[in-house]
């Protein structure tokens, strides 16, 4: 099999661990069972076919260094994990467009020097497959800026963040008509706040329990937090997360679901609560109290490794459009969404070309 080769948007904690993780696992073969992947091997893919070509960046912390070095550079905060040899990647500076919300601007050291040549050129100077995007969220015009690009640029998208564009019909045209593969929207972690909360609600729902309410609060110290402040840059957001849960329940329920603060000593950190209040037999009342720590980052990054492997399979396969197996597997906001074992079986499906996306 050939490289699979990655340009990244935005190169916060997220990146961090997605770029530590590719060297950690370089070594790991065949079938041995690790955390965090759904296969070492996934359709003949394994970790170290990854490859980072290019990485872009508004920070001038981050710009200009070499992406090995820049994943550790702050403000990111996330857990080291792996070393992680010189690349020859130098991050470059991207538009700013609506990337940086009026909370984080005394954090965020925005790279005034001179703009790159057009990233669509960069993107073909590469040679890349497929672009990665991990814009903070509220990204909306810069991330709909970026998937143009990749467009241009014959790539495939992988998005990560809540703008939604593996879920929009409008999108999903122009990656079928382009003849290239789009996964997304909104990354779900691997044992994340999203994933627990819907287990627990399809559980109750499964077993004959009538679901009244629920709400899930996070808390966290990243700049993903400081951010997600601003409400207005939430709307997508809530709706990606609500929609996720809701979808586990066949009838509407009072839903709350959303970041609610940042505490800077927490770092990377995220803390959940998660609260269902519903009625079994003779109307006899139950509530479920559940907290979740972990650290955000790692989270995502096995995840989104397998989001990778799955697009290069659609790309060598031709596939155009939206991806929906592994979109309805790894993110908060699929064009379909499934309970998690339906969408992994699709994924499992996919992977021997047993279902078409």
């Given at each position: 099999?050939?490289?699979?080769?990655?340009?990244?948007?935005?190169?916060?904690?997220?990146?961090?661990?997605?770029?530590?993780?590719?060297?950690?696992?370089?070594?790991?073969?065949?079938?041995?069972?690790?955390?965090?992947?759904?296969?070492?091997?996934?359709?003949?893919?394994?970790?170290?076919?990854?490859?980072?070509?290019?990485?872009?960046?508004?920070?001038?912390?981050?710009?200009?260094?070499?992406?090995?070095?820049?994943?550790?550079?702050?403000?990111?905060?996330?857990?080291?994990?792996?070393?992680?040899?010189?690349?020859?990647?130098?991050?470059?500076?991207?538009?700013?467009?609506?990337?940086?919300?009026?909370?984080?601007?005394?954090?965020?050291?925005?790279?005034?020097?001179?703009?790159?040549?057009?990233?669509?050129?960069?993107?073909?100077?590469?040679?890349?497959?497929?672009?990665?995007?991990?814009?903070?969220?509220?990204?909306?015009?810069?991330?709909?800026?970026?998937?143009?690009?990749?467009?241009?640029?014959?790539?495939?998208?992988?998005?990560?963040?809540?703008?939604?564009?593996?879920?929009?019909?409008?999108?999903?045209?122009?990656?079928?008509?382009?003849?290239?593969?789009?996964?997304?929207?909104?990354?779900?972690?691997?044992?994340?706040?999203?994933?627990?909360?819907?287990?627990?609600?399809?559980?109750?729902?499964?077993?004959?329990?009538?679901?009244?309410?629920?709400?899930?609060?996070?808390?966290?110290?990243d700049t993903d937090f400081l951010n997600m402040l601003e409400e207005k840059r939430l709307r997508s957001k809530r709706i990606s997360k609500t929609s996720a849960v809701q979808a586990m329940v066949p009838y509407q329920i009072p839903l709350r679901i959303g970041p609610s603060?940042?505490?800077?000593?927490?770092?990377?950190?995220?803390?959940?609560?998660?609260?269902?209040?519903?009625?079994?037999?003779?109307?006899?009342?139950?509530?479920?109290?559940?907290?979740?720590?972990?650290?955000?980052?790692?989270?995502?990054?096995?995840?989104?490794?397998?989001?990778?492997?799955?697009?290069?399979?659609?790309?060598?396969?031709?596939?155009?459009?939206?991806?929906?197996?592994?979109?309805?597997?790894?993110?908060?906001?699929?064009?379909?969404?499934?309970?998690?074992?339906?969408?992994?079986?699709?994924?499992?499906?996919?992977?021997?070309?047993?279902?078409?996306?």
């Open positions: 099999m050939s490289e699979i080769r990655v340009a990244i948007v935005g190169v916060g904690n997220c990146s961090s661990a997605i770029v530590q993780g590719v060297h950690f696992y370089q070594s790991v073969y065949g079938d041995q069972n690790v955390p965090g992947l759904l296969h070492i091997d996934f359709g003949g893919y394994k970790p170290s076919d990854i490859r980072f070509v290019a990485a872009f960046d508004i920070d001038v912390r981050k710009v200009g260094k070499d992406l090995s070095e820049a994943i550790f550079s702050a403000p990111n905060n996330t857990r080291k994990f792996a070393d992680v040899p010189k690349l020859n990647v130098e991050v470059m500076r991207g538009p700013i467009i609506d990337s940086v919300g009026k909370y984080v601007k005394s954090t965020i050291k925005v790279d005034r020097g001179k703009k790159p040549m057009s990233l669509v050129e960069i993107l073909k100077q590469v040679d890349a497959d497929i672009v990665l995007n991990y814009l903070p969220v509220g990204s909306e015009r810069a991330s709909k800026w970026y998937a143009e690009q990749a467009l241009k640029a014959k790539c495939a998208l992988v998005n990560c963040i809540p703008v939604f564009i593996a879920s929009d019909p409008e999108w999903q045209e122009k990656f079928r008509k382009a003849g290239l593969p789009v996964a997304g929207d909104d990354v779900m972690s691997q044992i994340g706040a999203t994933v627990l909360h819907k287990s627990l609600v399809k559980l109750l729902v499964d077993r004959g329990v009538v679901v009244d309410r629920s709400y899930q609060l996070n808390i966290g110290g603060d940042f505490v800077d000593f927490l770092l990377n950190k995220k803390i959940c609560y998660i609260w269902v209040k519903g009625r079994y037999f003779g109307d006899t009342p139950v509530s479920i109290d559940a907290k979740l720590d972990i650290w955000d980052a790692p989270n995502s990054a096995g995840v989104v490794i397998d989001a990778i492997r799955a697009t290069k399979i659609a790309l060598d396969r031709k596939i155009a459009g939206p991806l929906i197996s592994v979109s309805s597997y790894a993110f908060k906001h699929p064009p379909v969404q499934a309970p998690y074992e339906v969408a992994k079986q699709w994924v499992e499906e996919f992977i021997e070309g047993k279902r078409a996306n």
